[in-house]
């Protein structure tokens, strides 16, 4: 409205968009701004940005066959000078994990040159995903199978912030002696606990020689934390003494449990509750999170293996395969890599390109 405003009178104005990709909805982007602006400004020419420097014509001959099929577009053909490349692969998977056994083995497989060419080092091979919670599976596949890697552009999935908020909770669930775990979840989400509060609960803990949410317990009986800061820690100590005792509960899941911790916490509430732009991604993190439980028995060995998952950096490999969103190699050459593979495409450098979806 601004802008019709402003520029209505002496046309003055242009726009340079894609009509196709509208990524940025959660940023109050809105394609119809695109698709009706020679009507909001008739008269105003058009120019169609259809050379496309960086793919073989197979690959967009592919994405140009998808979109295709989508209305409300202004329309564009795609073309390249790079002629030939090999024919886009289709291969669908049942679900994540078994999508990352397979890629750990074709990158096996290429490392070691078995696929009918030289062989292609870890360093120069890199997985790009979607969005950040799909790197879950890849990195505990990883882990398993001992392929190392590395994380671009962002921290392991692990290492994320309401990853570590969550696995806090978890820790206290099954030990509750956990100190560093207490002193992460007892104002997260906030409870109204101060500094003061917290340096209550430490000294009152060192008095007595107990754990925290011991010296919580006693604090709050005694009287040394009060008002709703009191009252909300006291029912933090109840709830996690509750949910310790679900864990031996034989008609809970610990999948089911994990999401009850998180439900009654607080946690997911808060990230549902916050309006900024990566809180939908942290709560898709956190629907991963409690996935990745389906595939151990207990919440234990589950927070062993995470251990192992986070020990990971310490291997003393120089080669590394490369995990990253879509949008982390924009801005640097890519081309670095000899092979990306995943959820999007795989082109070998070396000899004919093989573009793999």
């Not at 014509?57 to 295709?68: K, Q």
């Not at 989508?70 to 999508?99: M, Q, Y």
């Not at 340096?199 to 040394?224: C, F, H, K, W, Y």
């Not at 151990?296 to 950096?313: A, P």
């Amino acid at each position: 409205m601004w802008l019709r405003l402003l520029a209505g009178g002496h046309k003055n104005i242009c726009c340079v968009g894609d009509d196709d990709q509208s990524i940025y909805g959660w940023r109050g982007a809105e394609v119809g701004n695109i698709l009706r602006f020679d009507k909001d400004f008739p008269g105003a020419k058009v120019v169609r940005l259809e050379q496309n420097y960086r793919s073989t014509e197979h690959i967009l001959a592919a994405a140009s066959g998808v979109i295709s099929g989508n209305s409300g577009r202004l329309g564009k053909e795609l073309w390249t000078a790079s002629k030939g490349g090999e024919k886009v692969r289709l291969i669908g998977h049942w679900d994540g994990e078994e999508e990352a056994r397979w890629i750990g083995e074709e990158i096996e497989a290429t490392q070691r040159g078995t696929r009918g060419q030289a062989p292609i080092a870890l360093n120069n091979m890199a997985i790009l995903v979607r969005a950040s919670h799909q790197m879950r599976a890849f990195e505990d596949r990883f882990l398993t199978i001992g392929l190392p890697y590395r994380v671009i552009g962002g921290p392991r999935f692990y290492e994320r912030l309401e990853i570590r908020d969550a696995m806090g909770y978890f820790r206290m669930v099954t030990s509750a002696d956990d100190d560093l775990a207490f002193e992460r979840i007892v104002n997260t989400p906030k409870r109204g606990l101060g500094d003061k509060a917290r340096q209550t609960i430490q000294a009152v803990a060192r008095e007595n020689g107990v754990s925290l949410v011991e010296g919580a317990r006693l604090a709050v009986e005694a009287g040394a934390i009060k008002g709703k800061g009191g009252a909300s820690l006291r029912r933090l100590v109840e709830d996690l003494r509750r949910w310790g005792r679900m864990v031996e509960d034989p008609d809970i899941s610990h999948m089911e449990l994990a999401e009850i911790v998180l439900d009654e916490s607080g946690y997911t509430g808060m990230w549902q509750a916050d309006k900024t732009p990566e809180a939908p991604g942290r709560l898709e993190n956190l629907k991963e999170l409690v996935k990745a439980l389906e595939n151990f028995e207990n919440l234990q060995g589950f927070l062993e293996h995470v251990s192992l998952v986070m020990d990971n950096d310490k291997q003393d490999s120089d080669q590394k395969v490369s995990i990253m969103t879509l949008h982390a190699p924009k801005g640097w050459n890519s081309r670095r890599f000899s092979c990306l593979v995943g959820r999007m495409v795989c082109f070998p450098r070396s000899g004919p390109w093989t573009n793999q979806v």
